[in-house]
């Protein structure tokens, strides 16, 4: 059973801070109008007032679901990521979530309307998150701040809880400049439901019911839902996965049947069919316009809703999706979508012109397998996971941290921004998701599905275990793991092969790709796995968009040439693979490069090329490339 599941008191589920005294309400102002500013701000002092800080585990749903995930991820607290994922992540908190001014973040909820249409949906972004990386960190700094915005946007909630950016003419309808409205309302009910999870901040609980209480009053008794949102209402349907969640976290049915609502509206005339295309097309290209970022958005909410009613038509449509996107509209970086949508069949143009692998679509992307992985425990998800933090997700992510790209070519240059866009607010919640996917359990095992230094901290039967893992990756395929229990534990440990690392031998097992399972048995503290794996470069053959070109890896890294680190070369358009050409390890101190033989366009001589990550490329504003002509 699910520890999250079972109803049990958690030390967060209070209505009162420890730090007053029981019974203190931090809230009591919220329920009158809104006072005028002076008294706002007051109102929020004494809301910030305490400073003590509990431990990051998220209060217990209350309603478990009839379609028990089959692996259970860790809390982010209960796990650390070191290496060179663990830099990225770092960085994302250090050099984005910790010191990006919310000010402007939550302007248009202070006074509306907002400056563009979908101003509303970054705070709720931003709130989801950090508190996942202040559950990560546990820094009191990103602490104090999460208090702060999560109490200055539930301020300006409305009496009849709109907590929205647009003036009252132009509420939840498709008016122009103003029809993103349920959108934004999502991601405010996303951002402070995980921030009450892991807070037991009650004024945040209460302002997500007042949210879902008016989306319910409105539809569809005002209007059906598809006439206040975008793509054939997919932007607005997409409040089906917080609605869910509203549900498991107060019991509420209320709740529940406005999310059935929503996928029975799917079929009304002009609606976008989701699940109807999905189990009979089964191709993502053919649901509603094809607009890829509101469509896995409505994904994600159907793998919650399956997970609670038990529904398997629902997550057919999931696992029906899924492997369309990966058979035919994924890119070797581990994203999709071309000008946003999905394209047609093996259709995936490189360069900047194509608007490609939009970030909001490479994070959601990510969401959509963090909830097959907990639902099926099919390791792909696992593997598609790790294909998107290592390439996409990371190469639209500035390496120091702070900016990201909006769409990042294969070839090209990127266009790393500053500014308030969508895939800025979307990029560090992937980035903040991915301790999550690094250790997970079910059916009595402990599972490892990372191969970077890294711990993970384990509840077996009320005894405390820590999986402590020291790696050479990505030099070499050698890691360890240190099994850390107060007392003998029994437990079965299963680690996950990527393709890219199979064969790998643990405790006398070999295995291929898939889950490697070690037998249970009685572990002791200070145990010992070592672990070895296959980590060497390799070349990926073109086919339809990219034939007669190839792609180089290393591990899970896609790689790329640029220009910045080939001073010697008039054009990388014109390199051409040798033959034999898999890369060879040139640095791994600091920075990743690799070494790799190509000939020029009309010569025959050899040269070598410096390739790095494809997250690497180009984060200097220069021209880069990950697919090279094939070598004759």
């Given at each position: 059973m699910n520890p999250m599941e079972n109803g049990s008191p958690s030390f967060c589920d209070r209505s009162y801070d420890p730090c007053l005294g029981r019974g203190t309400s931090l809230v009591a102002a919220r329920r009158l109008p809104a006072p005028p500013l002076p008294m706002r701000k007051l109102a929020l002092l004494l809301f910030l007032a305490p400073a003590c800080l509990g431990l990051a585990t998220p209060i217990p749903y209350k309603v478990a679901g009839?379609?028990?995930?089959?692996?259970?991820?860790?809390?982010?607290?209960?796990?650390?990521?070191?290496?060179?994922?663990?830099?990225?992540?770092?960085?994302?908190?250090?050099?984005?979530?910790?010191?990006v001014d919310t000010?402007?973040?939550?302007?248009?909820?202070?006074?509306?309307?907002?400056?563009?249409?979908?101003?509303?949906?970054?705070?709720?972004?931003?709130?989801?998150?950090?508190?996942?990386?202040?559950?990560?960190?546990?820094?009191?700094?990103?602490?104090?701040?999460?208090?702060?915005?999560?109490?200055?946007?539930?301020?300006s909630q409305e009496a009849d809880g709109y907590l929205g950016t647009y003036v009252?003419?132009?509420?939840?309808?498709?008016?122009?400049?103003?029809?993103?409205?349920?959108?934004?309302?999502?991601?405010?009910?996303?951002?402070?439901?995980?921030?009450?999870?892991?807070?037991?901040?009650?004024?945040?609980?209460?302002?997500?019911?007042?949210?879902?209480d008016l989306l319910i009053a409105t539809f569809p008794s005002k209007k059906s839902i598809l006439a206040a949102g975008t793509h054939q209402g997919m932007a607005a349907t997409s409040v089906l996965e917080p609605m869910v969640q509203l549900y498991r976290v107060t019991g509420d049915p209320r709740y529940l049947s406005f999310a059935e609502y929503i996928v029975g509206s799917y079929d009304e005339p002009e609606g976008p069919?989701?699940?109807?295309?999905?189990?009979?097309?089964?191709?993502?290209?053919?649901?509603?316009?094809?607009?890829?970022?509101?469509?896995?958005?409505?994904?994600?909410?159907?793998?919650?809703?399956?997970?609670?009613?038990?529904?398997?038509?629902?997550?057919?449509?999931?696992t029906n999706a899924w492997g369309d996107i990966v058979q035919n509209r994924l890119y070797v970086t581990g994203s999709a979508s071309v000008h946003e949508l999905f394209s047609a069949d093996h259709e995936l143009p490189n360069g900047n012109d194509a608007h490609l692998g939009e970030t909001c679509v490479t994070t959601t992307w990510i969401q959509l397998?963090?909830?097959?992985?907990?639902?099926?425990?099919?390791?792909?998800?696992?593997?598609?996971?790790?294909?998107?933090?290592?390439?996409?997700?990371?190469?639209?992510?500035?390496?120091?941290?702070?900016?990201?790209?909006?769409?990042?070519?294969?070839?090209?240059?990127?266009?790393?921004?500053?500014g308030i866009t969508c895939c800025h607010s979307s990029g560090p919640r992937g980035m903040a998701l991915a301790p999550t996917a690094a250790y997970l359990k079910g059916d009595g095992a402990l599972y490892v599905s990372t191969l970077e230094t890294s711990r993970g901290t384990f509840d077996v039967g009320g005894v405390p275990v820590t999986i402590e893992q020291t790696s050479s990756f990505p030099a070499l395929g050698r890691s360890e793991l240190?099994?850390?229990?107060?007392?003998?534990?029994?437990?079965?440990?299963?680690?996950?092969?990527?393709?890219?690392?199979?064969?790998?031998?643990?405790?006398?097992?070999?295995?291929g790709a898939g889950w490697a399972s070690l037998p249970e048995k009685t572990w002791h503290d200070g145990e010992r796995v070592p672990l070895t794996f296959a980590l060497q470069g390799r070349v990926i053959r073109g086919e339809y968009t990219n034939y007669a070109r190839s792609a180089v890896a290393w591990g899970p890294f896609i790689l790329a040439a640029d220009a910045k680190n080939n001073p010697q070369l008039e054009s990388l358009q014109a390199l051409r693979l040798a033959p034999s050409a898999d890369p060879a390890l040139a640095s791994s101190n600091g920075a990743l490069s690799f070494t790799c033989k190509v000939r020029g366009l009309w010569d025959t001589d050899l040269h070598n090329v410096t390739l790095v990550p494809f997250a690497d490329a180009g984060s200097s504003g220069s021209e880069y490339r990950v697919w090279l002509r094939a070598g004759l």
């Open positions: 009839r379609m028990p995930d089959m692996l259970e991820p860790l809390d982010p607290s209960a796990v650390r990521i070191d290496g060179w994922l663990g830099a990225r992540i770092d960085a994302n908190v250090r050099s984005r979530l910790e010191v000010t402007p973040l939550l302007a248009g909820y202070l006074k509306k309307p907002g400056e563009h249409p979908w101003i509303g949906e970054h705070v709720g972004k931003w709130l989801h998150a950090a508190t996942l990386a202040w559950a990560y960190t546990g820094d009191p700094a990103l602490r104090q701040k999460l208090d702060q915005v999560a109490a200055e946007l539930i301020s009252p003419a132009e509420r939840f309808g498709l008016n122009p400049g103003a029809d993103w409205d349920v959108w934004s309302h999502k991601y405010n009910l996303i951002g402070l439901l995980t921030y009450y999870r892991y807070t037991g901040n009650p004024s945040a609980l209460k302002a997500c019911q007042r949210i879902g069919a989701i699940v109807k295309t999905l189990l009979t097309v089964k191709q993502v290209n053919q649901v509603a316009n094809g607009k890829a970022y509101e469509m896995l958005s409505n994904l994600v909410g159907l793998c919650e809703l399956a997970r609670v009613t038990g529904d398997p038509k629902l997550l057919l449509a999931a397998n963090l909830q097959l992985l907990r639902l099926t425990g099919n390791p792909a998800c696992a593997d598609e996971i790790e294909l998107s933090l290592y390439n996409h997700l990371a190469a639209a992510q500035n390496p120091r941290g702070d900016d990201w790209c909006y769409y990042t070519a294969l070839e090209g240059v990127k266009n790393y921004d500053k240190v099994i850390h229990a107060p007392s003998p534990v029994r437990f079965a440990l299963k680690v996950r092969v990527p393709e890219w690392a199979a064969p790998l031998t643990a405790a006398g097992v070999t295995a």
